[in-house]
């Protein structure tokens, strides 16, 4: 046995430089493989917030193109309130409509856009020219809405039997900001 560690030290002596390469090698490949290890989970954390980062800037662009389209629709639909007289003093005579009267009414101020109450007091020869002008009024590019409509029989013509109908609507217009 004395032999056999005596055998085993002039062994360990004469490879000791081997042995100690050895080591140092294989304790370079350990700290090697958990470097590479940690830099495998960095490249991947920053590849995920590269993607992220990639679609933020895709919902960014659509936003920003949203808000252009927003911009311009804005801009169709902006008008001034003396306009919307005008519009509709247009609207009745292709209709056959005589105003009496529009009263404007208190506006209405919100975040996104001022709400321009009217009261219109109409007369009409018939249902046909009513309907007509309630058709032009609807389908026309400003917005308008309609918050009630009164339809009474109205004055007699002298010297004939046709009755006026007289109308009053309290109407809405906006304009946005």
Request: charged residues 25%; positive net charge.
């Amino acid at each position: 046995m004395a032999e056999e560690e005596l055998n085993l030290n002039v062994l360990l002596n004469r490879h000791k430089s081997l042995i100690l390469n050895i080591f140092m090698v294989l304790a370079a490949l350990y700290f090697a493989s958990k470097v590479y290890t940690f830099q495998s989970k960095k490249i991947v954390k920053l590849s995920r917030d590269r993607n992220n980062s990639l679609k933020k800037n895709e919902a960014l662009e659509d936003i920003r193109k949203l808000e252009n389209r927003l911009n311009l629709y804005r801009s169709f639909m902006t008008k001034d309130v003396s306009l919307v007289v005008n519009t509709l003093s247009d609207l009745a005579k292709q209709s056959s409509i005589r105003i009496v009267a529009i009263s404007p009414e208190a506006e209405q101020d919100t975040s996104a856009y001022i709400k321009y109450p009217f009261s219109l007091s109409l007369e009409a020869d018939n249902y046909n020219n009513l309907g007509s002008f309630m058709s032009k009024f609807e389908s026309h590019h400003d917005i308008f809405t309609v918050d009630s409509i009164v339809i009474k029989p109205g004055i007699v013509e002298a010297g004939s039997k046709k009755t006026k109908l007289l109308v009053n609507i309290k109407m809405n217009t906006v304009l946005f900001k």
